[in-house]
Each structure stands twice: as C-alpha cells, then as structure tokens.
C-alpha cells in the first residue's frame, strides 16, 4: 500500500515504560545537551528516539542559532550532508526491486562516461602529492555495488593528500555547489581512480553518481523521483534538496567559530539551489522526518501500512559487503567505528564496538553534526540533528550512544 495526502503512515507515540523505556532516564538526554549548550558547544539540537515502532521521545533544546533569538524547535530543519547518502540509497534499491537495475551492473551501462576507467599507480611521489600520475588500465568495471558500498575508487579531493585527490571535488557539497550534473560527471571521467575497483573501502563520491544514475534511469530529477516514492508515501514533508522560503526561519544555523579550535565554521545554506541535487549530501530535514525514514529501514521496508522496500530488499542493504579481499578503511573516517563493515550505503555493526549496541546496527551520518542509527535487536531507531561542523561533533555520537541505550530497562 501506498500513502496518500489524506492517508499518511503514523508513528505512534508512547510513553517509555510501556516499550521499555524510563522516562527519568531519557530525560538525562536533555541535561546532557543543556550542559553542552551552556558550555558553548552548540546552539541547540533536537532528538527523537522510537522504540517498537512508538515514538517515545522528541525534545529540542538551545537556540535555532547562535544569536539566540528563536528557540529550538523540533520541526527545525538542518542539513544533513551524508545522512542524505542512504536516502539516495533507497532511491536505488528501488529501482532494483523494479528490475532497472543490479548490483552487478557495470556504471556505463547507465553513465557511458564512466566506462573504460584509468587507475592511478600510487608511487612515492604520487603519496607525497607530486605528479606526474602514472596509471594503469582498471581490471574492471565499477560496478552498482561498488558505488554503493564505496568500493568504486571515486573519492573525495577533500580528504587525501595524494596528487590524485585534486582531480576530485572536495566533498559532495562542493561538486553540487559548483558544478552541473554533465560538469561533474565530465570531472570524474577526466580522473583516475584512486584505487582498483572492488578492493579498498575509500570515502568519496559514489553515491552522488548513484544519484546520477536514479536521474538517468527514471527520468526525473533526484529530488522529484525521492519526492514521489519515498517522502509523499512516508509523510516526510519537510525533507528536500532545497527549503522552500516559508520554512527558511526554521533553518538551524551552527556557531561560528569552532569552539575547540576558534576556525570559522559554518553549514551550506540549504535555502539555495544546488547545481544538481547531489545524492551524497545535498539534503535538508527535520529528526521527525528523518525517524520516519529510519524506522522503514527498521521495520523491514514498512512503516505503518506503507511499504517502500521488500524486507529482503532492507536485509540486502544492512548486510556487510566488506569481504576479506577489501581493504576496510571505515574505522578511519571515524575511529567510532572500529568493528563495523558496510552495506549498501550503510555502515553495519559486526562485532563489539567503543559504542554500546548491538550486532546488526546500521547507521550513517553526517559531517555537519546530525546523526542516526538504527538497532534491530533492540527495535530501536534514533536520530540526533545539530549543526555542529567541526571536530566537537564527534563527541556526539558516544554521548548521544549511551544516553539513550542507558535508558533502556527490558
């Protein structure tokens, strides 16, 4: 079934207790926060947390902004960069499902542009930044799961010192900041890959070619084609790639200086029009919208009556794909997660962790502050959103990690 204007998925709400929650327990949540915000770490934040399928908390805390004129509100709207990666995800899992496309797939199938690929031979003097680059024929195609798993050897410019990384745009933002979708694809095509396909997890690029390749595929734009089979059927009507202005003044803005290191820092205002919707970052959302979302996954592709994805099509996501014959780097993006793999565009729980939690645990966040997770043995779904950019944010995945799962009592 799928949801109408007049007939939207709910998520219930319900008291702690009756799921397995202390409410005195979760209410640590807001005094962790207010400490933060008092001591000038961030703004504000707001926090939902459902438990078996009920939303069980949902609090904002803080200020919209550094000014602190507006409080936080729980409808505020954040940025939510790589938290758009799994979202993309599902636009392509969708397509899947339709028989559109497989994980085996080779790129140019859908993007004839990326075929015929050149890899970069990583020498001494490429490591240290100096060219020429010499390269090597790619042994194969990049391949769908490739792109989804971070497998591709497309990677980010922003987040490497070779001689390679600047061939690349910086971050997902800046590609859909400053270049058009042929722009991009014509900047990819020119590089050469930074790894073999297929053997070293590298972060990068991937998913907002995934986008590319929804585009291609559908015919509509990324935000269209999200907007038509995700976010109408799940009643997420304030997630999108561009605020619309009667929602601009719920826009939550970061401080703006790093409070660790005094840098100047600040989030992409997502009022603008991106180049072209980048599917690797590009989307603005509220923690309501986005728990929505994150319990579907949960739910096995479901929420309420509302289907969007078959349940072995969510197995096939939140299953880890980093065989031993890849090089898995996750561990230094983040050092959080040491003992995770990945899926399809989701990072997966394997083993004991830093984090409490529980094997089976698949998350993806965001480089601006914002954060989720989703836990199937424990029916437990949260997410966190802040705009806080720079290095504090990533003292709030642990906080924000243990505060919750302390508040579980069954």
Known sequence: ????????????????????MSSARLARIVSALNREIEAGQL????????????????????????????????????????????VTGVAGLLLWEEGRL??????ERFLPQLGDRRVAVLN???????????TVAAERSITIQDLMRHTSGLTYGGRGTTAVHPLYPASSNAAGATLDAVAFLERLAAAPLLYQPGTVWDYGLSIDVIGLVVEAISGQSLGAFLEQRL???LGMVDTSFQVPPDKVARLARPLPRD?????????????????????????ASTALDYLRFAQMLLGGGILGETRILGRKTVEAMRANRMTADIENRIAELDPNSEGYGFG????????????????????WNGAYGTLWWADPAEDLAVVFMAQVPGEQRRRYRPLINSLVYQALTD
């Open 344 to 363: 399809l565009t989701v990072a997966v729980r394997e083993r004991v962790s830093t984090l409490m939690g529980s094997p089976g645990e698949f998350y």
């Open 124 to 134: 001494e003097r490429v490591l240290a930044g100096q060219g020429p680059i010499e």
């Open 1 to 20: 079934m799928t949801g109408t204007t007049a007939d939207k998925p709910t998520l219930p709400s319900a008291e702690p207790e009756a799921v397995g």
């Open 231 to 233: 976010f109408h059927p």
């Open 259 to 283: 409070p660790d290191t005094n840098e100047a820092q600040s989030v992409p205002d997502r009022a603008q029009a991106l180049r072209f919707e980048c599917g690797g970052g590009g989307l």
């Open 43 to 86: 703004p504000g934040a707001v926090i939902a947390v459902a438990r078996r399928g009920h939303l069980v908390f949902h609090e904002a805390v803080g200020h919209l902004g550094p000014d602190r004129r507006a409080p936080m509100a729980r409808d505020a709207l954040f940025a939510i960069a790589s938290m758009t990666k799994p």
């Open 102 to 107: 497989g994980l085996a797939d080779p790129i």
